[in-house]
């Protein structure tokens, strides 16, 4: 869920491109900023994405409804991270994506630093 974090996606989101196999983004509908535009220009190209508009209904009920629309769009999908384009990923050179195929694996494989806006 982003709102009027255009900056932050620039800043953000591409140390976590090769983490991800797919987007889904839900965009608050009182956002001012170019975070569209940012969006497109940090997810690559070749990159399935669904970003759609939504009006915030208090976080548990908006976070629901991103987890709803993933598994619409993204039916077969495995395993969803959660992010926020306040998180800055440490280690990014370190993140292994293919330890989410081990059903043993049950933590994290990385940190965040919540940078907040600034």
Do not use: C
């Not at 800043?11 to 608050?28: E, R």
């Not at 959660?82 to 059903?103: E, N, Q, T, Y």
């Amino acid at each position: 869920m982003v709102r009027d974090e255009a900056n932050n996606i620039r800043g953000n989101f591409p140390l976590w491109k090769s983490f991800f196999d797919a987007y889904v983004i839900a965009v608050d509908s009182r956002t001012v900023d170019d975070t569209l535009v940012a969006l497109q220009d940090v997810i690559p190209s070749h990159t399935p994405v669904h970003v759609f508009s939504y009006k915030f209904d208090g976080f548990g009920n908006s976070r629901t409804l991103v987890f709803e629309e993933a598994w619409k769009v993204f039916p077969h999908i495995t395993h969803v991270l959660v992010g926020d384009p306040d998180w800055k990923p440490h280690d990014v050179d370190r993140m292994d994506k293919s330890l989410l195929a081990d059903p043993l694996f049950n933590g994290y494989q990385f940190k965040v630093s919540d940078i907040g806006r600034g």
